[in-house]
């Protein structure tokens, strides 16, 4: 049987072990849905856990703190212990909290501390633009100018970035490393262990943005010695449109002070003796400022069980297999269309595959016409995320279908070749 035909998608289909998973889903009616890169959809016990806490605070009102179910002052580090396998921390070094950017904000204020020579904040030239805006900032507000400052690293194609130019970069002058897991145009997994080693060994902090990798890839941040790492959980982790970020700070830093400090913050058994002498708690949760946001964190109690009914590694097989799967069809389907393949070919890629086409602007707008959402990237880029807890095999098969029709019938040309306000 060929291995990119309709009947072997079913096989695969059939021999899935996840493939139940796909019914605590709400899918888009006659949609095959492949942008949960940037937004997970909806589990039904996302749904449930939602509508638990709303009748928490309906029936406890001002008590459903500390009383209820999930009592909603010790959430957050609930939360985030149960994050804690999906990130490779200890329970104790993983908050959810805040949002990705604002929980970047307090690392770099936490962790960079400009003096002398080590001045300088390694980044690269193919981050997220939300990443670079955040150092930026934290240079400026330090007087000091990024353009000198902020080094990012040069990539040799567009699209990948290479590790040793990473390490190359870093001289006896830098302060601090952020870098992103997961490449977010191309889905390159950036090598995080060999990284830190070379930043230990040069004593410089590093930390990462996990928000294109939890959740569809492994990771082992307290083993490699990672110093943070920061993420959303809207995307692979289906916690909800603007659902509350998470946070690792290695226990090796439990002791220094957060930089951008807040009462949530606090020792739990302290916090409301209300003196102005903050008595910060002993672990993860130190790096808190606000009050959680407790409705969009009750998402996050129904979808982490799902993860901790399947374990990491099963998850990336199952991704790992769905993109092979996918780059197996487009190979096969629609080499004379032009399209080039911007992603990673071995394990070195995440959970998406990225297509490059001239025309990708319009041609994700005929793919969305067509029944498929896909995800576009200025300026040519067409990214498809088959997501393992509900996407199948035949979802991946139907969508390189209906994108080689568009090409043949010339479709895509109905649509202007310009991306609209959300891309």
Known sequence: MSSNTLEYAKVLD???ALAPYREEFY?????????????????????????????????????????????????????????????????SEVIATGSTTTNLHQMISTFYR??????????????????IYALQSQIRVRGLDPEEHLIRVKSDDGLTLDEN???????????????????????????????????????????????????????????????FAFWCTYKHLNGGPGSVGGLFVNERHFSKEAGLAGWFGSDKSKQFDMNHTMTPATDAGAYQIGTPHILSLAPLLGSLEMFEELGMEGIREKSLKLTSFMLSCIEAELGEYSFGIGNPLDDSRGGHVLLQHN?????????????????????????????????????????????????????????????????
Not at 57 to 86: C, F, N, S, V
Not at 192 to 203: F, G, I, N, P, S
Not at 398 to 408: D, F, P, R, W, Y
């Open 165 to 227: 130019r990473i390490i190359e970069a870093m001289t006896d002058e830098v302060a601090l490393i952020v870098l992103p897991s997961v490449l977010y145009r191309s889905g390159q997994v950036l090598e995080m262990k060999t990284v830190t080693q070379a930043a230990r060994e040069r004593d410089i902090i590093i930390g990462f943005d996990l928000s294109h990798s939890v959740g569809s890839v492994t990771h082992a941040l307290h083993e490699w010695d990672v110093d």
């Open 114 to 131: 400009p003096s002398g020579k080590r001045t300088k904040i390694i980044a690269d030239e193919l981050n997220f633009p939300s990443d």
């Open 27 to 91: 899918l888009p009616q006659e949609k095959i849905y492949m942008d949960g890169n940037s937004l997970g959809l909806l589990s039904k016990r996302a749904e449930k856990k939602l509508f638990e806490l709303l009748d928490t605070w309906k029936t406890l009102a001002i008590d459903g703190w500390t009383e209820g179910m999930h009592p909603w002052y010790y959430m957050a580090e609930q939360i985030g212990g149960r994050m804690a396998p999906l990130v490779g921390g200890k329970k």
């Open 359 to 423: 025309e990708a602007a319009r041609i994700c707008q005929a793919l969305k016409a067509q029944g498929v959402v896909p995800d576009f990237r200025a300026p040519d880029g067409i990214r498809l995320a088959p997501v393992a807890l509900y996407n199948s095999f035949e979802d991946v098969w139907q969508t390189v279908q209906i994108l080689k029709k568009i090409m043949q019938e010339d479709v895509y040309k109905h649509y202007p070749n310009e991306r609209g306000v959300v891309a």
């Open 14 to 16: 059939q021999q899935d």
